[in-house]
């Protein structure tokens, strides 16, 4: 059963995919694999690393970023010099 979760990253990758002005088919021919392959990947069916890494690298952003329930999630750093401490 799928989870509302598995359905919103989903989603977010579809949007990475369509603001980088991609479909699922022409990436596939980019990275020269099939189209079955990309959409397996997409929809996280796959676990290939190298078919992962692929897809990020042509996309660039992270694995994080695209497939946070594979890779964990993102870690956003804070501007620590803007900061303040309070009780000081």
Known sequence: ???????????????????????????????????????????AKTKSYTMHKKIVDKLGVSLVAFWPELYGEEIVHQDVDHLTVRGS
């Open 1 to 43: 059963m799928k989870t509302l979760n598995h359905n919103e990253f989903l989603i977010n990758r579809k949007k990475m995919l369509y603001d980088r002005r991609y479909s699922m088919s022409r990436l596939a021919i980019d990275l020269g694999v099939t189209p079955q392959a990309v959409i397996a990947a997409v929809h």
